[in-house]
């Protein structure tokens, strides 16, 4: 996993609710069996027309935003299926952060084992940088994991959020939970042990 | 005695499942039981291999072949390259590192929330997962059971366990009782509706009351399999007698005196008197009617006797907005009566109601009755042993003669990966659990409902009130 540091991004505002992983990612599209190659498949039913060509009208298509790898969304982003396709769809499209009021538990999780950060801010903030996206055709933002905050060039947003010192650890270290755990494998056998 | 310490359910198998704690990290959490499926497990498989890595206990890993099977003809060979890919794929890890598997044409393959049970794997207090949200199924035996993705099986094969935050608790209590054609689907489509498809996120629901307690197994897996859809990271409910009966010579299960062991143990699984939830939610049970879903998500929910509701009624303007798309999506107009929404499709099936109960109450409705014309209606059993069961029974039989098709188990419509799938516009009738855009098929559009529900619907036509069956 990369580890991730700083991210400097710009922003697109997908303004919807409930967005579930259905969405995220058709299940037409779950058959493959690597990791990559799902982020053309990203919103699929509401990026492409039947026949394939882009729906010009949904704002992930918009030439503006093609660039963006920070994501602004609303509440309960990512419900649903546990299909971590999801969060390998987001970051192969190159989407590095999620910004929303809440996230669905399974999507959260499988969003901090691929080196793509989910950052919960309060409604209004969110309501707020999505407005200003809208009216400046994004933002260009710098999200500093190691101080926990959410910048703009000349400081007019600055924004601090929380985030688990367990897995920030992680995500800054780009650290495998496998090998961490691995590390206590005595406790492990022992456990087994015991059970039996 | 006054018990200083009451514990919840949560808490009990919590604890007696950590294998490593360290403050503010997230425990190493035993698993017992690890069910696998052929579309979120090839990438974990390739992980283990680039790292190494080997199953460190094959014996506690279960697979099924589930969601890409065909509900045809299997003598066929399967149309779909990737699907085929992706089932051979599973059989050949399996083979590699020593894992069940029950394939496609094992004579007990079935869905993997429906043949865990069935087959005697789920057991109470265990600590079951599985890269499946629903696999809060299992939590009716009183485990926690919980869905994770694919970068988590990984390391539950490589380690047998997982790093988890422990969840907040909530008790949903459902007391009183259910009126005739009340059904645990419309408990729980009554729930998610009551508290909104986020309303449990970061909770371990327990399921308590006088409603649940009466309630069969195969009802409370119907309602701890939703869970999910109320945004809880799982769903329980405390073992009791109809558990124990249930489990009781089940094949997998512990026999003799080590059942009565077993029983003694599971025993004391419950909420301690005086334990404390960390939020309550009370559900009349005699304010539940026969549901139906309007929109594309499980919280968009009235009961049958109602019409379709008018987005400027909703609180906030993204519910409007989402409201009003959802119609849109749904080819449906606010004011509409329920009861006279046409419908294309009718599907009975999946984790949530394809168990031999659900098959026998939606026979009950048909009985002697035909399919309408306009319909087309299909019943996916949830598994191998649930379909000879029905057969055994003559339960196909009445599905036949009314022009219903008796498929072979698997996930089938439930969401469409193998060639059942709704045409665009097409509208379903459905006891599966999610009403998603493009759920069942791109276009497609799902009413969630019980299996008595999607039952008459399809005998009708349209949606009516099984009550006035
Ligand atoms: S039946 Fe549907 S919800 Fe259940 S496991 Fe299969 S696809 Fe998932």
């Known amino acids: 996993m990369e580890p991730f540091k700083i991210l400097k991004g710009k922003t697109v505002p997908l303004d919807r609710v409930n967005i579930d992983t259905d969405q995220i990612i058709p299940k037409q599209f779950l058959k493959r069996i690597e990791r990559t190659g799902f982020g053309e498949f990203l919103f699929n039913d509401w990026r492409f027309n039947n026949d394939g060509s882009l729906k010009k009208d949904f704002i992930l298509n918009k030439d503006i935003y093609r660039s963006s790898s920070i994501l602004l969304t609303g509440d309960n982003f990512g419900s649903g299926s546990s299909r971590e396709h999801a969060a390998w769809a987001l970051y192969d499209y190159g989407f590095r952060s999620i910004l929303a009021p809440s996230f669905a538990d399974i999507f959260y999780n499988n969003c901090f084992q691929n080196g793509l950060l989910p950052i919960i801010l309060p409604k209004e903030k969110i309501i707020d940088l999505i407005d200003e996206s809208i009216n400046n055709d994004g933002l260009e933002l710098t999200i500093d994991l190691e101080s926990q905050v959410i910048f703009n060039i000349n400081l007019e947003i600055n924004i601090k959020f929380d985030i688990d010192p367990y897995r920030k650890y992680c995500m800054l270290n780009g650290l495998d939970n496998i090998g961490l755990t691995l590390q206590h494998i005595d406790k492990i056998e022992k456990f087994e042990k015991l059970k039996n | ?469």
């Open chain 2, 1 to 469: 005695m006054v018990n200083n310490n009451p514990k919840t359910l949560l808490d009990k198998i919590w604890e007696s499942h950590v294998v490593y704690e360290e403050e503010s990290q997230p425990s190493i959490l035993y698993v017992d039981l690890h069910l696998i499926h052929e579309v979120t497990t090839p990438q974990a498989f390739e992980g283990l291999r680039l790292a190494g890595r080997k199953v460190r206990r094959p014996d506690l890993t279960v697979a099924t072949a589930d969601h890409n099977t065909p509900t045809w003809d299997r003598a066929k060979p399967i149309t779909d390259p990737i699907s085929k890919q992706q089932l051979t794929t599973l059989s050949e890890n399996c083979k590699e590192f020593g894992i069940t598997l029950y394939d496609m044409n094992h004579p007990l393959q079935g869905i993997v929330h429906v043949i865990g049970p069935e087959q005697g794997y789920t057991r109470p207090g265990m600590v079951i997962v599985c890269g499946d949200s629903h696999t809060s199924t299992h939590g009716a035996f009183g485990s926690l059971a919980f869905g994770i993705g694919t970068s988590e099986v990984e390391h539950v094969l490589a380690t047998q366990t997982l790093r988890q935050f422990k969840p907040k608790s909530m008790e949903i209590r459902v007391d009183g009782s259910l009126g005739f054609g009340v059904t645990a689907k419309d408990v729980i489509l009554g729930i998610i509706g009551k508290i909104g498809v986020a309303g449990a996120t970061g909770y371990a629901v327990e399921y308590t009351g006088e409603v649940i307690r009466s309630l069969s197994m195969e009802s409370r897996m119907t309602i701890c399999n939703m869970s999910i859809e109320a945004g809880g990271r799982a769903g329980m409910v405390a073992p009791d007698k109809t558990t124990f009966q249930y489990i009781e010579g089940r094949t997998n299960a512990p026999k003799g005196e080590e059942f009565d062991k077993s029983i003694e143990k599971w025993s004391s699984l419950n909420t301690d008197v005086g334990a404390e939830y960390d939020k309550l939610v009370c559900v009349s049970g005699d304010d539940i009617e026969p549901y139906v879903t309007w929109g594309t998500n499980p919280g968009m929910v009235v009961p049958v006797t109602e019409v379709i509701p008018d987005p400027e009624f909703f609180d906030n303007l993204q519910e409007k907005e989402s409201a009003a798309r959802a119609l849109k999506y749904m080819g449906l107009k606010s004011g509409t009566p329920i009861s006279e929404i046409a419908i294309d499709r009718v599907f009975i099936g999946s984790c949530t109601n394809s168990r031999i109960e659900d098959l026998e109450a939606a026979a009950l409705i048909i009985q002697g009755r035909r399919v309408n014309a306009n319909v087309s209606a299909m019943v996916v059993p949830g598994s191998y042993a649930v379909k000879k069961e029905a057969e055994n029974l003559g339960i196909d039989k009445i599905f036949k003669d009314a022009g219903f098709d008796w498929r072979e188990a698997g996930c089938s419509m439930c969401l469409g990966m193998n060639p059942d799938i709704l045409d665009p516009g097409e509208r379903c009738a459905s006891t599966s659990n999610r009403n998603f855009e493009g759920r069942q098929g791109k276009g497609g559009r799902t009413h969630l409902v019980s299996p008595q529900m999607a039952a008459a619907a399809a005998i009708a036509g349209h949606f009516v009130d099984v009550r006035d069956w």
